[in-house]
């Protein structure tokens, strides 16, 4: 509401149904009266809690709501706070705006009128459903951000205590403390006296920041200054040596340039005796020319007879590689009639061996004959072997019965062990789901999971069994009925031990509590039974309404556990229905005051009736929360079932493996007898055959023997083949020959012609050499001077190089570039330096004397004092920079502190007087002051302070949620709220 309102909304107790007589219409215009921009003029709403449809109009100053209690009042300031964009939490009640829609109904519409002295009243309207709200601003479409913006424009504050109070939160008005109080005040009365009130704690904090700033600058200065005070003698002293230092460096610069010049000097003397030698080999080559050319003349010859020399070589060469050519094809000519005599008498072997081949197996043939005639009759045989298949035949019968007999049995056992294994694994995930459970209390509560595990092992430790957390022994027989469970019975029960033995339960607490450090919640059970427990009507009597079942039947647990729940959460008497229950539930409520609360699909009907009065009802639907621990139920008696149906099944399948066993053994030994029957008539089969094997052996020796005759060899006619090879290679061996003499004459002429040519050929070799041995004697002396020269070149060379490395360095100690003269100042310096390197060095080293003589003083410390004593200037004017910074500062803030406290004093001089006339008037005292801190800057700490007397002999006291009751508590709040607003 508008902080200049005149007018405050108390009330005092819950909502029910009551009728306010419609007062207003649609739109009401109020001009003139008093109100102020911003003030409630109208309040329509439809089903909104009590409410079916209500509207009336304001006053524009004090408006107070007087009724008995449950009849709306809260109603109404629950609607103004939701109309006016506030939070359901504000109000401390339902935490959804939906839960305020009136039962029944799938929404409620709340509407306002605000005054606007500039034109139309402003009217806001909020239409509220299940899920959403539909906001409306003057008849057009909006959105709460709109709506919160337009209630901040008019300065409505429905979060502030000391503006907007509902009633259950009057008691955290006294828990505020004297700053909050002082922000909510300000920010009721006057926006501008808060916002100045902040500026001023942070200008405040600027302050400090400031003073803190100048002091540590003023800090900094001082040592900086103190610092170089100590180091200044040692300045001086550096800068003496360094003058020392300096004309050391000048003269190390010269020193190169020095050197450099005297070897400029010498490479100019050695290049003059160059140019003299150079002459004297140029007169020396022209005398060498004639004989040079002479012997040219005499190594052209030789270099002709060389030639030929090498071309006939080349011939002589070819010609005997012919040769050679010719007597290796009459070796290989020679070869071949060997090959012919050896395959002649390859074949006459070959023929000895077929006839001795052919005389064993004639003989071989007569010993068979013999045998054949030796052997018995068959028909004695042909009777043994039937009788032994007949028997065969019966022993195979007789092993495919058992046979037959064990694959059924096979299967049988099979399907017992698929049936077990299927047992098995629907048990593992029955069990499973405990253990799940048992993770989740884990992640959800590590004590009370930490406690169970040492239950599990400690169990002999305590005289009678203490139950593990509702959490794990809880089975729903149905999971979705899990949400009735957990909605209706807090967490920190359902995960409660619960002990038979009151001694138990002393020790397992203290074991917990001492020994393991734990926190966990122990019960005990109760001693009445579970039978006592009665619902106070059968189950037939609430079916009607749509009801089915009672909370306690919706799950199994052990009875210590039940007699709890029974006797703690009366789960006997609570009643879960399905949706009919929301069409009947007024019927219920009126019908059946012993049901105090009961469920339908998603929500929980919380009754509650006033014991005073005309003993009105109030009821509350909360939407039920999702399970979380017991949505995986466990059914247990399918659990042992299954461990009935497994142990059967094993008893069943021992029985059949042993008779599998039995027809097993039997099998083994009927194979046995087969397989010596089997070798019985394998014998008698072997007689009997032995005849017809010996007469098909007999038939194929004699055609082997007539193969082996038919491959006989007529060596007289591979005498004659052989013959004529031989004379064919023969003529071909002749012809070799004749081609070789050819050859070998020819090679014996070329070699002649060789050893007349090689004559010339010395003769024109002796001629070279003699020109040779008189030239090199005419060269040798010529060899000497151009040998001297090419050694004056060199050196040449060298000394250009070193006087160009000195050059190079000498520019490099100066800091001249490649291309570049001395600079003017460095020759003027280099001509007060002595020109010998003598007197250059002795300088040098009397300098760097009286230099070493100086105490010698780090670089770093002459830099660090420069750079410190810069520094020190620039801290200085950062000192005087801050230090009118902070003046200014401290002028705007009490320029500042003057606006806000006189102002505020005022105001609390009001709030004061009109406090104190109030309390006067219920002869009690009561008064207002701002208190004001030890250190009046410290903004932050100021606050306002309320005190209370309403009894004589007692002491002023400061309103405080501890010192006066919670009526006296209320009874300030409610006269502070009205002394703000009394002029």
């Known amino acids: 509401m508008n902080s200049s309102e005149k007018r405050h909304f108390m009330e005092e107790d819950n909502e029910n149904n009551v009728n306010i007589s419609n007062t207003a219409g649609k739109k009401t215009v109020k001009k003139d009266l008093g109100y102020v921009e911003g003030a409630i003029v109208r309040i329509k709403l439809e089903n909104i809690l009590t409410y079916d449809s209500v509207e009336f109009s304001t006053g524009p100053f004090l408006n107070v709501i007087i009724g008995p209690n449950g009849t709306g009042k809260s109603t109404i300031v629950c609607a103004i706070c939701l109309g006016l964009a506030g939070k359901t939490a504000w109000l401390g009640r339902a935490s959804q705006p939906a839960d305020f829609i009136k039962y029944g109904h799938e929404r409620g519409k709340i509407e306002l009128e605000l005054y606007n002295p500039k034109g139309e009243n402003h009217i806001i309207q909020r239409e509220i459903h299940k899920d959403k709200s539909l906001w409306t601003v003057n008849g057009r479409k909006a959105n709460i951000k709109s709506v919160e913006l337009m209630v901040s424009n008019l300065n409505i504050q429905v979060g502030n205590l000391c503006q907007f109070l509902p009633q259950d939160r009057v008691a955290e008005f006294a828990k505020m403390t004297q700053q909050e109080l002082l922000e909510n005040t300000q920010k009721a009365v006057s926006e501008d006296l808060y916002e100045l009130h902040q500026k001023l704690k942070e200008a405040r904090k600027d302050s400090r920041q400031m003073e803190q700033s100048c002091e540590s600058v003023e800090g900094r200065l001082q040592q900086e200054q103190q610092k170089n005070s100590r180091l200044e003698q040692d300045v001086k002293n550096f ?564 006087a160009k490395t000195l050059l190079d360095r000498a520019k490099v100690a100066t800091g001249t570039g490649p291309n570049e003269e001395l600079s003017p100042d460095l020759k003027k310096a280099f001509e007060q330096c002595p020109p010998h390197l003598e007197e250059i060095d002795a300088q040098i080293h009397e300098q760097q004397a009286r230099a070493d003589c100086t105490f010698q003083v780090d670089e770093r410390v002459v830099r660090e004092f420069q750079q410190r004593k810069k520094e020190i200037h620039r801290l200085q004017c950062d000192l005087e920079k801050r230090t009118r910074e902070r003046d200014n500062h401290h002028h705007e803030i009490e320029e500042a502190k003057r606006n806000w406290l006189g102002p505020l004093k005022e105001l609390i001089h009001r709030i004061n007087d009109n406090f104190g006339y109030f309390f006067t008037c219920m002869k009690c005292t009561g008064e207002v002051d701002i208190n004001i801190p030890e250190n009046p800057e410290d903004y932050e700490k100021y606050g306002v302070r309320i005190k209370v007397k309403y009894r004589d002999g007692e002491p002023l006291r400061e309103l405080t949620p501890h010192h006066q009751s919670g009526g006296e508590r209320s009874v300030a709040t409610v006269l502070y709220m009205m002394a703000r607003y009394k002029n």
């Open 239 to 802: 800068e003496e040596r360094q003058i020392h230092l300096e004309k050391v460096r000048v003269l190390k610069m010269k020193r190169p340039w020095v050197e450099y010049e005297e070897k400029r000097k010498q490479y100019l003397e050695e290049k003059k005796l160059r140019d003299e030698k150079e002459e004297e080999v140029k007169q020396a080559r022209s005398q060498h020319e004639p004989l040079q050319e002479k012997m040219e003349t005499a190594k052209r010859a030789k270099d002709d007879f060389d030639a030929q020399m090498k071309k006939k070589s080349t011939s002589i060469k070819d010609c005997a590689n012919k040769v050679r050519d010719s007597s290796q094809q009459l070796e290989s000519l020679t070869d071949k009639i060997a090959d012919v005599q050896k395959d002649l008498d390859y074949k006459q072997q070959e023929e000895d061996s077929r006839k001795r081949k052919a005389v064993d197996m004639r003989n071989q043939l007569q010993a068979m004959e013999s045998e054949l005639a030796q052997v018995d009759d068959v028909q004695d045989h042909q009777q043994e072997a039937e009788k032994l298949a007949q028997e065969i035949r019966g022993v195979n019968r007789e092993m495919t019965q058992v046979q037959h007999s064990g694959n059924t049995i096979r299967m049988e056992v099979d399907n017992l062990r698929r049936e077990i294994q299927g047992s098995q694994q629907e048990l593992n995930q029955i069990q499973d789901i405990s253990r799940r459970r048992l993770e989740t209390l884990r992640q959800r509560h590590r004590h009370t999971y930490d406690a169970v595990m040492w239950l599990r092992e400690n169990k002999n430790r305590f005289c009678k069994k203490i139950y593990e957390p509702m959490i794990l022994c809880l089975n729903m027989k149905n999971a979705g009925d899990a949400r009735y469970v957990e909605n209706h019975i807090s967490f920190n029960d359902l995960r409660a031990f619960v002990c038979e033995d009151p001694n138990d339960l002393d020790l397992f607490m203290s074991t917990m509590r001492d020994e393991q450090r734990l926190k966990v919640n122990v019960v005990k059970m109760p001693v009445e039974t579970v039978e006592s427990f009665r619902p106070p009507q059968p189950l037939a009597e609430y079916s009607k309404y749509g009801f089915s079942s009672f909370l306690k039947d919706l799950f199994d647990c052990p009875d210590a556990v039940m007699r709890f729940l029974c006797m703690q959460y009366q789960v006997h008497k609570i009643v879960v229905g399905d949706e009919r229950v929301k069409s009947n539930v007024n019927r219920v409520i009126q019908k059946n005051p012993e049901l105090h609360v009961f469920y339908t699909r998603d929500t929980q009907y919380t009754i509650k009736r006033s014991r005073y009065g005309n003993k009105e009802i109030s009821a509350r639907n909360t939407k039920l929360r999702d399970p979380v621990f017991l949505a995986v139920s466990m059914d247990v008696q399918r659990q042992h079932e299954l461990k009935k149906q497994i142990q059967t099944c094993q008893l069943k399948l021992q029985g059949l493996e042993e008779q599998y066993n039995g027809l097993q053994s039997k099998s083994k030994d009927l194979e046995s007898h087969m397989n010596k029957l089997r070798e019985i008539k394998k014998d008698v089969n072997k007689r009997k055959d032995q005849k017809k094997r010996l007469q098909y052996q007999i038939n194929a020796k004699k055609e082997s023997i007539q193969r082996i005759e038919a491959e006989t060899i007529d060596m007289d006619i591979e005498a004659e083949k052989a013959r004529k090879m031989v004379q064919e290679i023969a003529f071909q061996k002749c012809g070799l020959l004749r081609q070789l003499c050819i050859n070998t004459r020819k090679c014996f002429e070329l070699s002649q012609e060789k050893v007349r040519l090689s004559l010339k050929h010395s003769g024109a070799i002796y001629e070279y050499t003699s020109f040779e041995a008189e030239l090199r004697d005419q060269s040798q002396s010529l060899q000497g001077i151009e040998r001297h020269l090419q050694e004056l070149k060199e050196g040449l060379k060298r000394t250009r190089a070193i």
